[in-house]
C-alpha cells in the first residue's frame, strides 16, 4: 500500500517565533472572527457596513498578531511590539468607528468631519500595512501607486506630478479629504464589493475548507484518485491531476494544493520515472486547475458573480465544461510522457483499494452533497456554506461516535467515563482547530480583498478604468487578439506582486469595460477570460509561485520546472480564446452548436498536447505538427468552414500517426 497519512495541518503564519501569550490571543480571536461568521451567515445576518467592519477589524488584528513587524525570524522586542501596539489599535479604529458612528456618517451624506477624515487615514495605513504583512510588499506598493495616482494633479495634493502623466493618464487631481473619503466612507473603497464578498461569502467557505482539511477529506481525496487510476500507466500522475482537481473544492490557493497532494504525488511520479522538473511541473498545473474547477474555484466565482449580478449556482454550471477541458488537456499530457516513456501503473498491492477508500471516508461527501443540492435549491451561497459547516461537524461527531459506542466495544475497548471524557475533549479541541484554521487561511484572501477595493476606489475615482480602456484600443489598433495578448501581459505582470483574487479584481476594473464596449466581448466572458488569465503567474515563469512550489517538493529546478509547468497548462491561455471566439459554450445557444464546439475544443486541446510534446500513438513528425498547430487556429476561428477544416486536418494528422504506430508494432519482430 502507498504511504498516505495526511501531514499536519499548518497553521498560516504558524512558523513565525510566538510567545505562547500570542498564541493564546491568535486562537481566541481566530476563533471568534470564524463563530462571528458563522452567527451572520446563518442565524443573524448583519447590515452591509457592520459586517464588512467588524470582519476587517478582526482580520486586520488576526494578521498583526500572526506576522510581526520585523518578519517571522526575529522576536518582536520593545520596538516590534510598540509598533503593533499601535496598528493594532489602529484595527480596532477601524472597524469600530463606522460600527459606533455609522448612522450619523450616513446623516453627513458627504460632508466628513475632521474626525472621520483622521480616522479615514489611520484606517487605510492599518489596512496597506496589514496588507504589507499578511499578502506581501508588491499588494502594498500598487495601492500605494494608486493613492499616489489619485493625488497627482493641478487640484491634487501632488500637483508637480500631475505635471509628469501623459496626457491619457492625466486627471485634476484630489485633496486628501476627497481621497480618503473615498476610500474609508464611501462604498467604492476599502468596504467596497471585493471586501465584501470576501467578509460573506469566501470566508464561510474557506471555513468549510479548513474543517474537511483539518478532519482528513485531503488524504480522502487523494486516495480516491490513486485507487482511480493507480494502475493506469503514469497513474501516480494521473492521480496528481484528479486529486488536484477534488482538492480545488476546499483549497483556496494553488500553492497549498501542491504542498497538500505534492507530498503525496511527486515522489510515486518520480519513481515511477518521470524527471523531477516534469513531476513538479505536473503537480503545479494541475493544482492551478483547482482554482478554476467548480465549486468553489478559490474565491473566483463569488466574486464574478458579485460583478455580474450572475446568480452563483449559474457560475458553477458554465464553468464545468471549460475545466473538464482543462484538466483533461493536463490528463493527457500526463499520459503521453507516459506512452513515450514506456511507463507503467503501480502494482496492485500499493495502491488503496477503492472500497475501503470509500468505507473510511464516504462521510466527507455528505457536506459537497448538501453544499451542491442546497445550491440547486436557490439558497444564498453564504447561508449555504453555513449549513455545508455545520454538516461537516455534525457528521464528523456521528460518525465518531457510532464507532466509539458500537464498533470500539466490539474490538475490546471499553467505554469508561475517563475515555469519553478524552473523546469530548479532543473532539472540542479538533472544533476549535477548525475554526482557527479557517480564520487564519482567510487573513491573506480578506486583506487582498481590502487593498483591491482601495484600487478600485481610486480607479473609480480618477475614471482610470475608461482611460486604460482608450490606451487598450489605440495600442491593439481594435485586433481583438491583440487586445487579448495584452490583458495576459498584463495578468503575468500583476501576478509577480498579487494574489490570484487581487490580480484579477484590479484587471477586470481596467480592462473589463474596454472588452465588453469596444470589443463586443459578453461581460461574463469577459470575467472568466480576465479570471483564467489572473491565474498564469502561478505557472508562468519568471514568477511561477506553483512551480517553485513543486521543485521545492521535486528536488528540481525552480526555472526548469516552471517551464514545465508552463507547457502543461497551455489550457489556461487556449480555452479563454474560444471561449471568446466560441461563446456558445458559455452563454448558450442551440444544443447541436454547442456540443460541436465542445467536442472541436476538446479536440483542438487533444491535438495541441500531442503536438507540442511531439508523440501521440507513435514519434510525431515536423510536418504533421505544423498541419495540428494551423488547424487549432482553423478551429478557433467563429467561421464553420474553417472550423470544419481544423478538425478534417487534426483527423487525418491524428489517423495518420495511429497507422504509423501499427505498421511499427507489425515491423517489431516478436519475442518470445
Same mark, same amino acid.
Given at each position: 500500500?502507498?504511504? *498516505?497519512?495526511?501531514?499536519?495541518v499548518?497553521?498560516?503564519?504558524?512558523?513565525?517565533?510566538?510567545?505562547?501569550?500570542?498564541?493564546?490571543?491568535?486562537?481566541?480571536?481566530?476563533?471568534?472572527?470564524s463563530l462571528?461568521?458563522?452567527?451572520s451567515?446563518?442565524?443573524?445576518?448583519?447590515?452591509?457596513?457592520?459586517?464588512?467592519?467588524?470582519?476587517?477589524?478582526?482580520?486586520?488584528?488576526?494578521?498583526?498578531?500572526?506576522?510581526?513587524?520585523?518578519?517571522?525570524?526575529?522576536?518582536?522586542?520593545?520596538?516590534?511590539?510598540?509598533?503593533?501596539?499601535?496598528?493594532?489599535?489602529?484595527?480596532?479604529?477601524?472597524?469600530?468607528?463606522?460600527?459606533?458612528?455609522?448612522?450619523?456618517?450616513?446623516?453627513?451624506?458627504?460632508?466628513?468631519?475632521?474626525?472621520?477624515i483622521?480616522?479615514?487615514?489611520?484606517a487605510?495605513?492599518?489596512?496597506?500595512?496589514?496588507?504589507?504583512?499578511?499578502?506581501?510588499?508588491g499588494?502594498?506598493?500598487? %495601492?500605494?501607486?494608486?493613492?499616489?495616482?489619485?493625488?497627482?494633479?493641478?487640484?491634487?495634493?501632488?500637483?508637480?506630478?500631475?505635471?509628469?502623466?501623459?496626457?491619457?493618464?492625466s486627471?485634476?487631481?484630489?485633496?486628501?479629504?476627497?481621497?480618503?473619503?473615498?476610500?474609508?466612507?464611501?462604498?467604492?473603497?476599502?468596504f467596497?464589493?471585493?471586501l465584501?464578498?470576501a467578509?460573506?461569502?469566501?470566508?464561510?467557505?474557506?471555513?468549510?475548507? +479548513?474543517?474537511?482539511?483539518?478532519? %482528513?477529506?485531503?488524504?480522502?481525496?487523494?486516495?480516491?484518485?490513486?485507487a482511480?487510476?493507480?494502475?493506469?500507466?503514469?497513474?501516480?500522475?494521473?492521480?496528481?491531476?484528479? +486529486?488536484?482537481?477534488?482538492?480545488?473544492?476546499?483549497?483556496?490557493?494553488?500553492?497549498?494544493?501542491?504542498?497538500?497532494?505534492?507530498?503525496?504525488?511527486?515522489?510515486?511520479?518520480?519513481?515511477?520515472?518521470?524527471?523531477?522538473?516534469?513531476?513538479?511541473?505536473?503537480?503545479?498545473?494541475?493544482?492551478?486547475?483547482?482554482?478554476?474547477?467548480?465549486?468553489?474555484?478559490?474565491?473566483?466565482?463569488?466574486?464574478?458573480a458579485?460583478?455580474?449580478?450572475?446568480?452563483?449556482?449559474?457560475?458553477?454550471?458554465?464553468?464545468?465544461?471549460?475545466?473538464?477541458?482543462?484538466?483533461?488537456?493536463?490528463?493527457?499530457?500526463?499520459?503521453?510522457?507516459?506512452?513515450?516513456?514506456?511507463?507503467?501503473?503501480?502494482?496492485?498491492?500499493?495502491?488503496?483499494?477503492?472500497?475501503?477508500?470509500?468505507?473510511?471516508?464516504?462521510?466527507?461527501?455528505?457536506?459537497?452533497?448538501?453544499?451542491?443540492?442546497?445550491?440547486?435549491?436557490?439558497?444564498?451561497p453564504?447561508?449555504?456554506?453555513?449549513?455545508?459547516?455545520?454538516?461537516?461537524?455534525? !457528521?464528523?461527531?456521528?460518525?465518531?461516535?457510532?464507532?466509539?459506542?458500537?464498533?470500539?466495544?466490539?474490538?475490546?475497548?471499553?467505554?469508561?467515563?475517563?475515555?469519553?471524557?478524552?473523546?469530548?475533549?479532543?473532539?472540542?479541541?479538533?472544533? !476549535?482547530?477548525?475554526?482557527?484554521?479557517? +480564520?487564519?487561511?482567510?487573513?491573506?484572501?480578506?486583506?487582498?480583498?481590502a487593498?483591491?477595493?482601495?484600487? !478600485?476606489?481610486?480607479?473609480?475615482?480618477?475614471?482610470?478604468?475608461?482611460?486604460? *480602456?482608450?490606451?487598450?484600443?489605440?495600442?491593439?489598433?481594435?485586433?481583438?487578439?491583440?487586445?487579448?495578448?495584452?490583458?495576459?501581459?498584463? *495578468?503575468?505582470?500583476?501576478?509577480?506582486?498579487?494574489p490570484?483574487?487581487?490580480?484579477?479584481?484590479?484587471?477586470?476594473?481596467?480592462?473589463?469595460?474596454?472588452?465588453?464596449?469596444?470589443?463586443?466581448?459578453?461581460?461574463?466572458?469577459?470575467?472568466?477570460v480576465?479570471?483564467?488569465?489572473?491565474?498564469? *503567474?502561478?505557472?508562468?515563469?519568471?514568477?511561477?509561485?506553483?512551480?517553485?512550489?513543486?521543485?521545492?517538493?521535486?528536488?528540481?529546478?525552480?526555472?526548469?520546472?516552471?517551464?514545465?509547468?508552463?507547457?502543461?497548462?497551455?489550457?489556461?491561455?487556449?480555452?479563454?480564446?474560444?471561449?471568446?471566439?466560441?461563446?456558445?459554450?458559455?452563454? %448558450?445557444?442551440?444544443?447541436?452548436?454547442?456540443?460541436?464546439?465542445?467536442?472541436?475544443?476538446?479536440?483542438?486541446l487533444?491535438?495541441?498536447?500531442?503536438?507540442?510534446?511531439?508523440?501521440?500513438?507513435?514519434?510525431?513528425?515536423?510536418?504533421?505538427?505544423?498541419?495540428?498547430?494551423?488547424?487549432? !487556429?482553423?478551429?478557433?476561428?467563429?467561421?464553420?468552414?474553417?472550423?470544419?477544416?481544423?478538425?478534417?486536418?487534426?483527423?487525418?494528422?491524428?489517423?495518420?500517426?495511429?497507422?504509423?504506430?501499427?505498421r511499427?508494432?507489425?515491423?517489431?519482430?516478436?519475442?518470445?
Open positions: 500500500m502507498i504511504e *498516505s497519512t495526511p501531514p499536519p499548518v497553521m498560516p503564519g504558524g512558523n513565525a517565533i510566538q510567545p505562547r501569550m500570542v498564541l493564546w490571543c491568535i486562537t481566541i480571536v481566530a476563533v471568534g472572527l462571528f461568521q458563522l452567527y451567515a446563518g442565524i443573524q445576518p448583519l447590515g452591509l457596513f457592520y459586517q464588512r467592519s467588524i470582519h476587517l477589524a478582526l482580520i486586520m488584528l488576526l494578521a498583526f498578531l500572526m506576522f510581526p513587524a520585523f518578519g517571522p525570524k526575529r522576536k518582536r522586542g520593545v520596538l516590534g511590539w510598540g509598533i503593533d501596539c499601535l496598528f493594532l489599535a489602529g484595527a480596532l479604529v477601524t472597524g469600530g468607528y463606522l460600527v459606533l458612528n455609522l448612522d450619523a456618517i450616513f446623516s453627513r451624506a458627504g460632508f466628513w468631519s475632521e474626525t472621520d483622521l480616522v479615514a487615514c489611520i487605510t495605513v492599518t489596512v496597506l500595512e496589514a496588507s504589507r504583512r499578511a499578502v506581501g510588499f499588494m502594498t506598493l500598487i %495601492g500605494l501607486l494608486a493613492i499616489i495616482y489619485a493625488f497627482a494633479g493641478p487640484r491634487g495634493e501632488l500637483p508637480w506630478l500631475g505635471e509628469w502623466m501623459p496626457g491619457i493618464l486627471h485634476r487631481g484630489y485633496s486628501l479629504d476627497r481621497v480618503a473619503g473615498q476610500l474609508y466612507l464611501g462604498q467604492e473603497g476599502i467596497g464589493l471585493p465584501g464578498v467578509a460573506t461569502y469566501i470566508f464561510i467557505f474557506v471555513l468549510f475548507g +479548513a474543517f474537511l482539511e483539518s478532519t %482528513g477529506a485531503g488524504k480522502f481525496f487523494i486516495d480516491m484518485a490513486y482511480a487510476t493507480g494502475r493506469q500507466r503514469g497513474g501516480p500522475a494521473k492521480a496528481a491531476v484528479l +486529486a488536484s482537481a477534488g482538492m480545488g473544492s476546499i483549497s483556496g490557493s494553488a500553492i497549498a494544493n501542491v504542498v497538500t497532494t505534492g507530498a503525496f504525488t511527486i515522489p510515486l511520479m518520480k519513481k515511477l520515472g518521470y524527471q523531477p522538473k516534469q513531476a513538479g511541473g505536473i503537480e503545479a498545473a494541475a493544482s492551478t486547475g483547482g482554482q478554476i474547477m467548480p465549486p468553489l474555484m478559490g474565491a473566483g466565482a463569488f466574486l464574478i458579485e460583478y455580474t449580478n450572475t446568480p452563483y449556482l449559474e457560475i458553477v454550471k458554465i464553468s464545468i465544461l471549460p475545466a473538464i477541458m482543462y484538466f483533461a488537456t493536463v490528463y493527457l499530457f500526463v499520459h503521453i510522457i507516459a506512452l513515450k516513456q514506456g511507463m507503467q501503473g503501480l502494482p496492485k498491492s500499493e495502491l488503496p483499494q477503492m472500497r475501503q477508500v470509500m468505507k473510511d471516508g464516504w462521510h466527507f461527501l455528505l457536506p459537497l452533497a448538501v453544499l451542491v443540492w442546497l445550491l440547486v435549491m436557490n439558497m444564498s453564504m447561508r449555504v456554506g453555513y449549513y455545508a459547516v455545520v454538516t461537516m461537524v455534525v !457528521v464528523a461527531v456521528l460518525r465518531y461516535a457510532l464507532w466509539y459506542f458500537f464498533v470500539a466495544p466490539r474490538q475490546g475497548q471499553a467505554v469508561t467515563f475517563e475515555r469519553t471524557r478524552g473523546v469530548i475533549w479532543a473532539g472540542l479541541v479538533k472544533l !476549535v482547530q477548525g475554526l482557527e484554521l479557517g +480564520a487564519r487561511n482567510a487573513v491573506a484572501v480578506s486583506m487582498a480583498c487593498v483591491a477595493g482601495i484600487i !478600485v476606489g481610486v480607479v473609480g475615482l480618477t475614471g482610470l478604468g475608461l482611460k486604460f *480602456s482608450s490606451m487598450m484600443l489605440a495600442f491593439s489598433g481594435g485586433n481583438l487578439v491583440l487586445a487579448l495578448v495584452m490583458v495576459l501581459l498584463a *495578468s503575468l505582470i500583476l501576478g509577480m506582486g498579487l490570484v483574487t487581487a490580480s484579477y479584481i484590479v484587471l477586470i476594473v481596467l480592462v473589463g469595460p474596454a472588452l465588453t464596449a469596444e470589443f463586443g466581448v459578453p461581460l461574463l466572458i469577459a470575467h472568466l480576465v479570471f483564467w488569465y489572473s491565474q498564469d *503567474s502561478n505557472v508562468t515563469p519568471p514568477i511561477a509561485l506553483a512551480g517553485f512550489a513543486g521543485a521545492a517538493i521535486a528536488g528540481s529546478k525552480p526555472m526548469e520546472t516552471g517551464f514545465q509547468a508552463w507547457k502543461f497548462a497551455k489550457g489556461l491561455y487556449l480555452i479563454p480564446l474560444f471561449m471568446v471566439f466560441n461563446p456558445e459554450i458559455i452563454v %448558450g445557444g442551440p444544443v447541436p452548436i454547442v456540443i460541436w464546439n465542445a467536442v472541436i475544443a476538446i479536440l483542438a487533444g491535438a495541441f498536447a500531442a503536438a507540442l510534446e511531439g508523440y501521440l500513438f507513435t514519434k510525431m513528425s515536423l510536418l504533421p505538427r505544423l498541419a495540428i498547430a494551423a488547424a487549432i !487556429v482553423g478551429v478557433f476561428y467563429p467561421s464553420l468552414i474553417t472550423e470544419v477544416a481544423g478538425v478534417v486536418v487534426m483527423s487525418l494528422a491524428i489517423g495518420a500517426n495511429w497507422l504509423a504506430s501499427k511499427e508494432s507489425q515491423a517489431t519482430p516478436m519475442t518470445g
